[in-house]
Protein backbone atom coordinates (compact mmCIF):
# COMPACT_ATOMS: atom_id res chain seq x y z
CA UNK A 1 0.00 0.00 0.00
CA UNK A 2 1.39 3.28 -0.79
CA UNK A 3 0.83 6.82 1.17
CA UNK A 4 2.07 10.25 0.58
CA UNK A 5 3.22 12.80 3.22
CA UNK A 6 3.01 15.93 2.56
CA UNK A 7 4.95 18.78 4.79
CA UNK A 8 4.73 22.43 4.71
CA UNK A 9 6.87 24.48 7.21
CA UNK A 10 7.40 21.23 9.29
CA UNK A 11 3.82 20.36 9.97
CA UNK A 12 2.50 17.57 8.24
CA UNK A 13 -0.71 18.18 6.09
CA UNK A 14 -2.16 14.52 6.18
CA UNK A 15 -1.65 11.46 4.74
CA UNK A 16 -3.62 9.57 1.56
CA UNK A 17 -3.82 5.62 2.15
CA UNK A 18 -4.02 4.52 -1.51
CA UNK A 19 -5.00 1.33 -0.54
CA UNK A 20 -8.50 1.10 -1.99
CA UNK A 21 -8.69 4.31 -4.47
CA UNK A 22 -6.39 5.33 -7.38
CA UNK A 23 -6.95 8.81 -9.22
CA UNK A 24 -5.94 8.94 -12.51
CA UNK A 25 -5.02 12.58 -13.72
CA UNK A 26 -5.19 13.42 -17.68
CA UNK A 27 -5.15 16.18 -19.98
CA UNK A 28 -8.35 16.64 -21.73
CA UNK A 29 -7.39 20.23 -23.18
CA UNK A 30 -3.87 20.44 -23.74
CA UNK A 31 -1.92 23.71 -23.75
CA UNK A 32 -2.36 26.36 -26.57
CA UNK A 33 -6.44 25.16 -27.08
CA UNK A 34 -8.04 27.22 -25.24
CA UNK A 35 -7.94 30.57 -22.75
CA UNK A 36 -9.43 30.09 -20.02
CA UNK A 37 -7.62 29.90 -16.38
CA UNK A 38 -9.88 30.56 -13.63
CA UNK A 39 -13.07 29.41 -12.78
CA UNK A 40 -15.16 26.38 -13.26
CA UNK A 41 -18.58 24.91 -13.18
CA UNK A 42 -21.28 22.63 -14.88
CA UNK A 43 -24.88 22.37 -15.56
CA UNK A 44 -27.16 19.40 -15.96
CA UNK A 45 -25.83 18.67 -18.93
CA UNK A 46 -22.18 18.60 -18.51
CA UNK A 47 -21.58 21.10 -20.09
CA UNK A 48 -18.33 23.16 -18.43
CA UNK A 49 -18.30 26.52 -18.04
CA UNK A 50 -14.73 28.54 -17.36
CA UNK A 51 -13.31 31.98 -16.93
CA UNK A 52 -10.53 33.84 -17.86
CA UNK A 53 -9.03 35.90 -15.43
CA UNK A 54 -5.97 36.74 -17.62
CA UNK A 55 -2.07 37.48 -17.73
CA UNK A 56 -0.65 38.00 -14.02
CA UNK A 57 0.82 42.12 -14.04
CA UNK A 58 -0.36 42.02 -17.95
CA UNK A 59 -4.03 41.79 -20.25
CA UNK A 60 -6.76 40.94 -18.25
CA UNK A 61 -8.88 38.57 -19.63
CA UNK A 62 -13.00 39.54 -21.08
CA UNK A 63 -14.17 35.91 -21.20
CA UNK A 64 -16.79 33.30 -20.24
CA UNK A 65 -16.09 29.94 -22.21
CA UNK A 66 -18.15 26.86 -23.00
CA UNK A 67 -16.65 23.52 -23.23
CA UNK A 68 -19.49 21.08 -24.32
CA UNK A 69 -19.21 17.42 -24.38
CA UNK A 70 -18.06 16.74 -27.21
CA UNK A 71 -14.90 19.11 -26.21
CA UNK A 72 -15.78 21.90 -28.64
CA UNK A 73 -15.28 25.16 -27.04
CA UNK A 74 -17.36 28.66 -28.03
CA UNK A 75 -17.21 31.87 -26.28
CA UNK A 76 -20.50 32.43 -23.93
CA UNK A 77 -20.18 35.68 -23.22
CA UNK A 78 -17.42 38.55 -23.43
CA UNK A 79 -17.41 41.85 -21.44
CA UNK A 80 -15.54 41.17 -18.64
CA UNK A 81 -12.79 42.64 -16.46
CA UNK A 82 -10.92 39.62 -14.69
CA UNK A 83 -13.94 37.37 -14.33
CA UNK A 84 -12.83 35.39 -10.86
CA UNK A 85 -15.28 32.64 -9.24
CA UNK A 86 -18.23 31.43 -11.51
CA UNK A 87 -21.36 29.11 -10.71
CA UNK A 88 -24.32 27.78 -12.87
CA UNK A 89 -28.00 27.51 -11.76
CA UNK A 90 -31.01 27.28 -13.62
CA UNK A 91 -30.00 28.37 -17.07
CA UNK A 92 -27.81 31.19 -15.83
CA UNK A 93 -24.17 31.72 -15.17
CA UNK A 94 -23.30 34.27 -12.29
CA UNK A 95 -19.69 35.61 -12.37
CA UNK A 96 -17.71 37.55 -9.87
CA UNK A 97 -16.10 40.24 -11.82
CA UNK A 98 -13.26 40.89 -10.24
CA UNK A 99 -11.89 44.01 -11.34
CA UNK A 100 -15.06 45.35 -12.91
CA UNK A 101 -16.11 45.58 -9.27
CA UNK A 102 -19.72 43.56 -9.85
CA UNK A 103 -21.22 40.14 -9.48
CA UNK A 104 -23.31 39.30 -12.89
CA UNK A 105 -25.30 37.14 -14.54
CA UNK A 106 -25.46 35.46 -18.02
CA UNK A 107 -28.13 33.59 -19.82
CA UNK A 108 -26.93 30.51 -20.72
CA UNK A 109 -29.13 30.40 -23.94
CA UNK A 110 -28.49 34.30 -25.35
CA UNK A 111 -25.21 34.76 -23.77
CA UNK A 112 -26.88 37.70 -22.41
CA UNK A 113 -25.08 39.88 -19.43
CA UNK A 114 -27.30 41.25 -16.56
CA UNK A 115 -24.74 42.92 -13.95
CA UNK A 116 -26.78 42.25 -10.17
CA UNK A 117 -24.64 44.27 -7.89
CA UNK A 118 -21.68 46.64 -7.26
CA UNK A 119 -19.07 44.65 -5.46
CA UNK A 120 -15.98 45.56 -4.08
CA UNK A 121 -13.31 42.79 -5.96
CA UNK A 122 -15.71 39.62 -5.86
CA UNK A 123 -13.58 36.58 -5.84
CA UNK A 124 -16.49 34.20 -6.01
CA UNK A 125 -20.05 33.80 -5.42
CA UNK A 126 -22.57 30.50 -5.49
CA UNK A 127 -26.02 30.04 -5.97
CA UNK A 128 -28.37 28.68 -3.45
CA UNK A 129 -30.35 25.86 -5.07
CA UNK A 130 -34.13 26.59 -5.39
CA UNK A 131 -34.03 30.22 -4.18
CA UNK A 132 -32.96 33.54 -5.42
CA UNK A 133 -30.25 34.18 -3.52
CA UNK A 134 -26.53 34.88 -3.55
CA UNK A 135 -23.43 34.00 -1.05
CA UNK A 136 -20.15 36.15 -2.79
CA UNK A 137 -17.36 36.79 -1.77
CA UNK A 138 -14.78 40.11 -1.69
CA UNK A 139 -11.25 38.99 -2.09
CA UNK A 140 -9.38 42.59 -0.86
CA UNK A 141 -12.58 43.49 1.11
CA UNK A 142 -12.26 40.24 3.05
CA UNK A 143 -16.02 40.40 3.72
CA UNK A 144 -18.75 37.73 2.85
CA UNK A 145 -22.15 38.66 1.63
CA UNK A 146 -25.50 38.01 0.66
CA UNK A 147 -27.61 39.25 -2.17
CA UNK A 148 -31.27 38.29 -3.54
CA UNK A 149 -32.93 40.69 -5.93
CA UNK A 150 -35.12 41.65 -3.38
CA UNK A 151 -32.95 42.64 -0.10
CA UNK A 152 -30.15 43.49 -1.84
CA UNK A 153 -26.93 43.20 -1.15
CA UNK A 154 -25.74 42.94 2.85
CA UNK A 155 -22.85 41.92 4.77
CA UNK A 156 -22.80 38.77 6.90
CA UNK A 157 -19.42 39.30 7.89
CA UNK A 158 -16.36 40.94 8.02
CA UNK A 159 -14.02 38.69 10.29
CA UNK A 160 -10.56 38.95 10.85
CA UNK A 161 -10.43 35.07 9.67
CA UNK A 162 -11.24 35.77 6.26
CA UNK A 163 -7.98 36.34 4.36
CA UNK A 164 -8.14 36.73 0.95
CA UNK A 165 -11.19 34.13 0.63
CA UNK A 166 -11.91 32.48 -2.95
CA UNK A 167 -13.29 28.96 -2.48
CA UNK A 168 -16.75 28.97 -1.24
CA UNK A 169 -19.09 25.95 -1.50
CA UNK A 170 -22.54 24.69 0.53
CA UNK A 171 -22.25 20.99 2.07
CA UNK A 172 -25.14 18.75 1.60
CA UNK A 173 -25.96 19.22 4.99
CA UNK A 174 -26.21 22.98 4.21
CA UNK A 175 -23.47 24.28 5.50
CA UNK A 176 -21.02 27.18 4.49
CA UNK A 177 -17.70 26.89 3.59
CA UNK A 178 -15.28 29.52 3.02
CA UNK A 179 -11.50 28.91 1.99
CA UNK A 180 -8.84 31.64 2.30
CA UNK A 181 -6.03 31.79 -0.45
CA UNK A 182 -3.78 33.77 1.69
CA UNK A 183 -3.48 31.30 4.86
CA UNK A 184 -4.69 28.23 3.19
CA UNK A 185 -7.71 28.11 6.41
CA UNK A 186 -11.10 26.23 5.53
CA UNK A 187 -13.57 28.08 7.20
CA UNK A 188 -17.00 26.85 8.01
CA UNK A 189 -19.78 29.85 9.23
CA UNK A 190 -21.56 28.69 12.16
CA UNK A 191 -25.25 30.10 13.41
CA UNK A 192 -23.68 33.26 14.70
CA UNK A 193 -22.66 33.95 11.22
CA UNK A 194 -18.88 33.77 12.79
CA UNK A 195 -16.25 31.44 11.02
CA UNK A 196 -15.01 28.47 12.83
CA UNK A 197 -11.64 27.03 11.44
CA UNK A 198 -12.06 23.39 9.87
CA UNK A 199 -8.53 22.89 8.43
CA UNK A 200 -5.33 24.44 6.82
CA UNK A 201 -4.64 23.11 4.03
CA UNK A 202 -1.34 26.03 3.65
CA UNK A 203 -1.38 29.36 1.62
CA UNK A 204 -2.73 29.22 -1.93
CA UNK A 205 -5.96 27.50 -1.12
CA UNK A 206 -7.40 28.40 -4.99
CA UNK A 207 -11.10 27.41 -5.49
CA UNK A 208 -12.90 24.29 -4.43
CA UNK A 209 -16.30 21.72 -4.44
CA UNK A 210 -17.97 19.78 -2.03
CA UNK A 211 -18.91 16.34 -3.11
CA UNK A 212 -20.60 14.05 -0.24
CA UNK A 213 -18.15 14.54 3.06
CA UNK A 214 -15.24 15.36 0.77
CA UNK A 215 -14.15 18.94 0.21
CA UNK A 216 -11.63 18.78 -2.73
CA UNK A 217 -9.28 22.11 -3.20
CA UNK A 218 -6.91 22.88 -5.54
CA UNK A 219 -3.39 24.67 -4.14
CA UNK A 220 -1.35 27.14 -5.98
CA UNK A 221 1.22 27.04 -3.73
CA UNK A 222 1.90 23.39 -3.43
CA UNK A 223 0.86 22.54 -6.93
CA UNK A 224 -1.73 19.85 -5.77
CA UNK A 225 -5.07 18.72 -5.44
CA UNK A 226 -6.07 18.16 -1.86
CA UNK A 227 -9.08 16.73 -0.32
CA UNK A 228 -10.38 17.33 3.44
CA UNK A 229 -12.99 15.08 5.12
CA UNK A 230 -15.69 17.47 6.75
CA UNK A 231 -16.11 14.79 9.37
CA UNK A 232 -12.19 14.43 10.98
CA UNK A 233 -10.96 17.49 9.35
CA UNK A 234 -8.22 15.43 8.24
CA UNK A 235 -6.51 17.15 4.82
CA UNK A 236 -4.94 14.54 2.36
CA UNK A 237 -3.40 15.14 -1.46
CA UNK A 238 -4.93 12.92 -3.95
CA UNK A 239 -2.85 14.12 -6.95
CA UNK A 240 0.19 16.13 -7.63
CA UNK A 241 3.72 15.79 -7.31
CA UNK A 242 4.57 19.18 -6.78
CA UNK A 243 6.43 19.60 -9.81
CA UNK A 244 5.04 22.67 -11.39
CA UNK A 245 4.89 21.02 -14.65
CA UNK A 246 1.57 19.55 -16.71
CA UNK A 247 1.36 15.43 -16.63
CA UNK A 248 -0.69 12.88 -16.84
CA UNK A 249 -0.20 10.17 -14.20
CA UNK A 250 -2.02 8.41 -11.21
CA UNK A 251 -1.45 10.36 -7.72
CA UNK A 252 1.58 11.87 -7.14
CA UNK A 253 3.09 10.83 -10.27
CA UNK A 254 0.80 13.49 -12.07
CA UNK A 255 1.64 17.03 -11.85
CA UNK A 256 -0.16 20.33 -11.80
CA UNK A 257 1.82 23.52 -13.54
CA UNK A 258 -0.84 25.86 -10.90
CA UNK A 259 -3.81 24.05 -10.30
CA UNK A 260 -6.94 27.04 -10.26
CA UNK A 261 -10.19 26.45 -10.82
CA UNK A 262 -12.45 23.19 -10.07
CA UNK A 263 -15.72 21.31 -10.69
CA UNK A 264 -17.17 18.02 -9.78
CA UNK A 265 -18.86 16.07 -11.53
CA UNK A 266 -22.90 15.04 -9.87
CA UNK A 267 -21.28 11.00 -9.42
CA UNK A 268 -17.84 12.33 -7.57
CA UNK A 269 -15.85 10.38 -9.94
CA UNK A 270 -14.51 13.11 -12.30
CA UNK A 271 -13.14 16.20 -11.05
CA UNK A 272 -11.98 18.78 -13.50
CA UNK A 273 -9.60 21.15 -13.00
CA UNK A 274 -8.29 24.66 -14.77
CA UNK A 275 -4.28 25.62 -15.16
CA UNK A 276 -3.72 28.72 -14.62
CA UNK A 277 -0.04 28.27 -15.74
CA UNK A 278 -0.50 26.37 -19.31
CA UNK A 279 -4.41 27.05 -19.96
CA UNK A 280 -4.92 23.36 -19.97
CA UNK A 281 -8.09 21.49 -18.37
CA UNK A 282 -7.38 18.81 -16.88
CA UNK A 283 -9.74 15.35 -15.74
CA UNK A 284 -8.66 13.99 -12.43
CA UNK A 285 -10.92 10.22 -12.36
CA UNK A 286 -11.59 8.01 -9.01
CA UNK A 287 -10.48 4.97 -10.06
CA UNK A 288 -11.43 2.04 -7.41
CA UNK A 289 -8.41 -0.88 -7.09
CA UNK A 290 -9.57 -4.53 -7.85
CA UNK A 291 -7.85 -6.42 -5.66
CA UNK A 292 -9.59 -9.06 -6.49
CA UNK A 293 -8.16 -9.40 -10.02
CA UNK A 294 -4.67 -7.88 -9.45
CA UNK A 295 -3.01 -8.10 -6.27
CA UNK A 296 -0.71 -5.43 -6.77
CA UNK A 297 -3.53 -2.87 -7.58
CA UNK A 298 -4.98 -0.70 -10.30
CA UNK A 299 -1.93 -0.52 -13.27
CA UNK A 300 -2.22 2.16 -15.33
CA UNK A 301 0.16 2.37 -18.16
CA UNK A 302 0.40 5.70 -20.99
CA UNK A 303 0.89 6.24 -24.56
CA UNK A 304 3.87 3.80 -24.83
CA UNK A 305 1.55 0.83 -24.60
CA UNK A 306 -0.42 0.88 -27.84
CA UNK A 307 -0.77 2.75 -30.84
CA UNK A 308 -3.82 4.90 -32.36
CA UNK A 309 -4.15 5.08 -35.75
CA UNK A 310 -5.20 7.70 -38.00
CA UNK A 311 -5.37 10.93 -35.40
CA UNK A 312 -7.86 12.01 -35.45
CA UNK A 313 -10.06 8.95 -36.55
CA UNK A 314 -13.43 9.49 -39.20
CA UNK A 315 -15.14 6.52 -39.53
CA UNK A 316 -12.54 3.74 -38.05
CA UNK A 317 -9.37 3.81 -36.42
CA UNK A 318 -7.18 0.94 -35.27
CA UNK A 319 -5.63 0.29 -32.27
CA UNK A 320 -2.07 -2.03 -31.96
CA UNK A 321 -1.33 -3.53 -28.97
CA UNK A 322 2.04 -5.83 -27.32
CA UNK A 323 1.18 -9.40 -28.47
CA UNK A 324 -0.23 -11.77 -26.15
CA UNK A 325 -2.36 -9.32 -24.21
CA UNK A 326 -6.43 -10.54 -24.07
CA UNK A 327 -8.55 -8.00 -24.46
CA UNK A 328 -11.69 -7.96 -22.22
CA UNK A 329 -13.32 -4.35 -22.99
CA UNK A 330 -12.56 -1.57 -24.67
CA UNK A 331 -14.32 2.37 -23.55
CA UNK A 332 -14.68 5.55 -25.10
CA UNK A 333 -15.26 8.13 -22.69
CA UNK A 334 -15.83 11.91 -23.54
CA UNK A 335 -14.37 14.57 -21.74
CA UNK A 336 -17.32 14.65 -18.88
CA UNK A 337 -16.46 10.60 -18.32
CA UNK A 338 -19.20 9.58 -19.95
CA UNK A 339 -19.04 6.44 -21.80
CA UNK A 340 -20.00 6.46 -25.55
CA UNK A 341 -21.14 3.53 -27.58
CA UNK A 342 -18.55 2.57 -29.75
CA UNK A 343 -18.72 -1.15 -31.26
CA UNK A 344 -15.00 -3.01 -31.51
CA UNK A 345 -14.02 -5.70 -32.96
CA UNK A 346 -10.21 -7.82 -32.77
CA UNK A 347 -8.33 -8.34 -36.20
CA UNK A 348 -5.01 -10.01 -35.37
CA UNK A 349 -2.58 -7.82 -32.79
CA UNK A 350 -5.12 -4.55 -33.68
CA UNK A 351 -8.41 -3.58 -32.36
CA UNK A 352 -10.98 -1.78 -34.83
CA UNK A 353 -13.00 0.71 -33.00
CA UNK A 354 -16.40 2.25 -34.96
CA UNK A 355 -16.33 5.95 -34.23
CA UNK A 356 -18.47 6.56 -37.34
CA UNK A 357 -21.40 7.33 -35.35
CA UNK A 358 -19.52 9.48 -32.47
CA UNK A 359 -19.88 13.33 -32.77
CA UNK A 360 -16.49 15.99 -33.30
CA UNK A 361 -14.16 16.13 -30.61
CA UNK A 362 -11.78 14.81 -28.09
CA UNK A 363 -12.11 11.49 -26.22
CA UNK A 364 -10.08 8.71 -24.12
CA UNK A 365 -9.59 5.30 -25.21
CA UNK A 366 -9.27 2.84 -22.09
CA UNK A 367 -8.88 -1.06 -22.39
CA UNK A 368 -9.01 -3.67 -19.94
CA UNK A 369 -7.11 -6.70 -20.39
CA UNK A 370 -6.74 -10.26 -19.05
CA UNK A 371 -4.61 -9.61 -16.24
CA UNK A 372 -6.43 -6.86 -14.97
CA UNK A 373 -4.10 -3.61 -16.66
CA UNK A 374 -6.09 -0.84 -17.68
CA UNK A 375 -4.50 1.26 -21.33
CA UNK A 376 -5.57 4.72 -21.91
CA UNK A 377 -4.76 7.00 -23.91
CA UNK A 378 -6.29 10.06 -26.15
CA UNK A 379 -8.22 10.02 -29.21
CA UNK A 380 -9.27 12.58 -31.68
CA UNK A 381 -12.40 12.12 -33.42
CA UNK A 382 -13.31 14.35 -36.28
CA UNK A 383 -16.82 13.43 -38.38
CA UNK A 384 -18.77 15.91 -40.88
Keep these: MKSILLLIAGMAIGV ?7 Y ?49 MDTLAVGFNRPNGIHYSDGKVYVANSRGHNVSRVDTLTGQVEVLISVTNPSNVMKFPGVDSLLIVSYSGRKLYGYSDWYGLNEISNSSKLTGPVGIALSKTGDVYVGN ?28 AIHGDSLYTTNHVTKQVQVVNLIDSSVSVIAGSGRPII ?6 SASFASPNGIVISPSGDSIYISEYQGKALRL ?26 PQPATSTCSIELEENRIILGVKLIDVT ?21 VSTGNYVIQIETKTGEILSDKLIVKNN
Excluded at 183 to 206: P, R, S
Excluded at 337 to 357: K, M, P, Y
Aim: proline residues 2%; hydrophobic residues 35%.
Design 16 to 22: LSLGQVN
Design 24 to 72: HVSTILPEGTNQFDDGLTMDENGTIYASYWGVWQGAPGTHIYRIRKNGE
Design 181 to 208: FDDGKILKLNAQNEFDEVADVGGGTGFF
Design 247 to 252: EDGVND
Design 284 to 309: IERMPIDTDTVSTGFLYYERDQFKIF
Design 337 to 357: GNVINANWSRSESRILLDVST
